[in-house]
């Protein structure tokens, strides 16, 4: 069961719109592809074909542009092939441009597709590189068209050949036309050419007879074109020597035929590629153009934001976009309002943006769009009177609503522009609303144009029903063309009728003649009409005034941030510089207290002591950064971006004691153990990449003499089993020296348990050398004795 018939297709200008995408294709196969376009019922491949084409978008804003020159047609000239049949020259050439665009292509999809994320990617299935023959066999041409001399070896001889035997020729016919007997026989002093034989121009009426061959003559008989009969012979080795090139050249052709023969169906594949792409590229083109949005799919009903008719875009016209809606618990859309308001251009509007979405198409709408799963679609739209067949315009209408109606259910949407209107109004109205609530009981949602009153009022009885009108400016009597929702819409027969011409008198005349029911009628939805507006006045007046509250509160947070980033800044180097000042008084007092045992002065050692318990009481007194108390412990948890309140700095938690209180937090390749309440959770948004080179040495070797202990990483690791102690050594030193130049903190010297003599080698050495601040046996879970952990300076 198609999604559309043509009554339908046509009604809705779906035609018009597929030659407008034809207009934007490089290939007649992507133009057939285009006019072939039909909606797919299938969603599985309709979101895949809408995620093909939101890759495509992506690269092309990215510059990526496909390498897709026109190509024509070859699928006959592949069928002659595969048929042993010769093509010639330009057909060669037509097909070796298509093997060479279809191979850039593939080359495209296959880089760009896997890039972009996969969907384009598959359409390079089943295609193949055949950019080389491609290109043999374009060299093979000039761009006369004609074949080089290096198309093969003996072309280039053979032509040089002939052209030898044709100059030749010509010497002698020159040299013979300066004789002064021959001379006056001729009509002019030129070498001609006929029937492939160099002849002269004789004078029928020449004084002296010419012998040779007449090969033509002039349209007036003055003139005979004559081979002399001296020439004949060398005119025949001319003639032989130009068959042997074409008797070449065909030879040639034929070779490079059964060539494109040997790949007439890869090429044939790769052309059904460059069909669906370039079809795709129209449709990115035209989503461009028409600034279009690709909606959601699933569900019932449908939600169009600022939909804009499509072909009236492409035209170039100025377009009022609306909200075109119907999602439950409506069923039928009722649009009501004046002649020339945009009632059927609504009504369209929502046809081929259906049309569009359910084709892979992208309809101009805003994004957060949806449209349900509609399995088919019917529009009764224009006169449908057939007088070959005796129907009237009314009688036309209800034959193919009843057609309809035997085809309505669930999944099934019906757009019908004036239902009834040609027939009495009140007969009308009645059935009208009979057959829309018999479409609707059918599971089918509808849309539906009127003016008919009883149609607007089925809205405040069933919830089924839902009403839409078309604005309509009554000071200055101009359609807005603004669809607005959940109200019905007044016909202003008599101001269009004003703004036409119609007299004072007639229309006030008019007015008398309506009921006392449908005057009352008329004033209520004026009122409504009234109050529309000044809603939407409040509405946008509010919208700017809130629009203005946010752009404040943005540059507010912004500045905030700023400040809070500066702050932390500032705190980070205070304790840094602190960290800094601690250890320099660790080393002084460690000084100190070697220095006593060979006899200094115990009040040195007592002071400096004492100034390094007044660093750590600084430390501890460092102004902390205002933040929101704590995470529970049930709030972080192990992966969590957190900083440590006290020691300064970012890290990650690796694991959490909740009995004990206590977080494993890693700074970079460190890690410590502090009490739950000294980190801060951090949110995702402040994560940094770990500092590189020094930089990340200073911060690392900070945490280290802070009491971090320091993490093994395979970049900080070195492994000497298996070696000689001297070569060990050396690497070892080599090793260190490149983890102290970077500024690293620590570094993990693998040797083993053996003999001993390894480790024995290693510490002796890490005892005289100059990098290491102190070095120790790793721990259990380090590797235990053989394991050195060194510290650096």
């Known amino acids: 069961m198609e999604f559309l018939d043509d009554k339908t297709a046509a009604h809705l200008g779906w035609e018009e719109l597929l030659g407008r995408l034809s207009q934007l294709v490089l290939t007649p196969l992507g133009a057939a592809a285009c006019r072939r376009l039909r909606p797919l019922d299938d969603l599985g491949r309709l979101r895949r074909r809408q995620e093909r084409l939101e890759q495509l978008c992506r690269l092309l804003d990215q510059g990526e542009d496909p390498p897709l020159e026109p190509v024509e047609d070859v699928r006959g000239e592949l069928e002659r092939a595969a048929k042993h049949g010769v093509l010639d020259g330009e057909a060669v050439r037509r097909v070796a441009r298509a093997l060479v665009v279809t191979s850039r292509l593939r080359g495209y999809l296959l880089r760009q597709g896997h890039r972009a994320g996969g969907a384009l990617t598959d359409l390079a299935r089943g295609t193949h590189d055949l950019l080389s023959l491609g290109r043999d066999l374009l060299q093979a041409f000039s761009e006369s068209g004609e074949l080089r001399d290096s198309a093969s070896a003996e072309l280039g001889p053979l032509r040089r050949t002939a052209r030898a035997v044709a100059e030749g020729l010509r010497l002698r016919l020159e040299g013979m036309m300066r004789k002064p007997s021959l001379a006056a026989c001729l009509s002019d002093t030129y070498i001609t050419e006929r029937n492939e034989r160099y002849v002269l121009p004789v004078r029928a009426d020449a004084p002296y007879p010419v012998a040779g061959i007449v090969h033509d003559t002039s349209q007036t008989g003055a003139t005979l074109f004559v081979e002399p009969a001296e020439l004949v012979d060398e005119g025949n080795r001319l003639k032989l020597a130009r068959a042997a090139v074409a008797e070449h050249e065909q030879q040639i052709l034929a070779g490079f035929s059964r060539e494109i023969a040997e790949q007439a169906q890869p090429l044939r594949d790769n052309l059904a590629c460059l069909e669906k792409f370039d079809l795709l590229l129209a449709a990115a083109r035209l989503r461009r153009q028409l600034s279009g949005q690709l909606p959601q799919l699933g569900g019932r009903g449908f939600c169009l934001l600022d939909a804009r008719h499509p072909l009236m875009v492409a035209a170039g016209s100025r377009v009022v976009a609306s909200d075109l809606r119907l999602e439950e618990p409506r069923r039928c859309l009722v649009i009501s309002g004046p ?455």
């Open 339 to 793: 002649n020339a308001g945009g009632k059927t251009v609504a009504l369209k509007t929502i046809g081929l943006h259906l049309l569009m979405a359910r084709a892979g198409l992208a309809p101009p709408l805003q994004s957060g769009s949806r449209v349900g799963e509609f399995r088919r679609l019917f529009a009764v739209v224009g006169d449908e009177q057939d007088i070959g067949r005796g129907l009237s315009t009314f009688s036309a209408q209800l034959e193919r609503i009843n057609a309809i109606v035997d085809a309505a259910g669930e999944g099934v949407l019906v757009l019908i522009d004036e239902i009834a209107a040609d027939t009495e109004p009140g007969q009308g109205a009645a059935l009208a609303e009979a057959l829309l609530r018999r479409l609707i009981e059918t599971g089918a949602r509808v849309v539906v144009t009127t003016h008919f009153e009883q149609l607007k009022q089925l809205a405040y009885d069933d919830e089924r029903f839902a009403n839409a009108s078309v604005g309509f400016d009554t000071e200055a009597l101009q359609p807005t063309y603004q669809l607005h929702p959940d109200i019905p819409g007044r016909s202003l027969t008599f101001q269009i009728a004003a703004r036409l011409g119609v007299d004072g008198d007639t229309l006030e005349r008019a007015r008398q003649c309506l009921q006392k029911d449908e005057r009352r009628a008329e004033r209520m939805l004026e009122s409504l009409e009234q109050e529309r507006r000044a809603l939407q006045q409040t509405r946008r007046q509010l919208e700017r005034q809130l629009g203005q509250l946010q752009a404040e509160a943005e540059q507010h947070r912004l500045q905030a941030d700023e400040f809070a980033r500066q702050r932390r800044q500032l705190l980070d180097r205070g304790r840094v510089q602190l960290l800094e000042e601690i250890s320099s008084a660790r080393r002084q007092v460690a000084a100190l207290i070697e220095s006593l045992r060979g006899g200094a002065d115990m009040k040195t050692a007592v002071d400096a002591s004492r100034q390094l318990k007044q660093l750590q009481q600084r430390l501890q007194q460092a102004p902390a950064e205002e933040a929101p108390p704590p995470a529970p412990a049930g709030e972080i948890k192990p992966g969590d971006l957190v900083r440590l309140v006290k020691l300064g700095g970012e890290g990650t938690v690796l694991g959490m004691d909740e009995r004990a209180g206590m977080v494993s937090v890693s700074l970079g390749v460190m890690r410590t153990r502090v009490p739950l309440e000294q980190v801060e959770r951090l949110p995702p948004r402040r994560r940094r990449r770990p500092a590189a080179g020094p930089e990340r040495g200073a911060a690392e070797a900070a945490g280290e003499r802070a009491g971090v202990e320091p993490v093994r990483s395979p970049d900080n690791t070195i492994d000497l089993r298996g070696r000689r102690a001297d070569e060990a050594v050396a690497l070892l030193d080599k090793f260190l020296d490149e983890l102290f130049a970077a500024g690293r903190p620590a570094a993990f010297v693998v040797h083993g348990h053996g003999t001993g003599a390894l480790r024995a080698a290693v510490r002796e050495y890490l005892a005289a050398s100059p990098y290491p601040r102190h070095f120790r046996a790793g721990l259990p879970e380090e590797g235990g004795d053989g394991v050195t952990v060194v510290v650096l300076k």
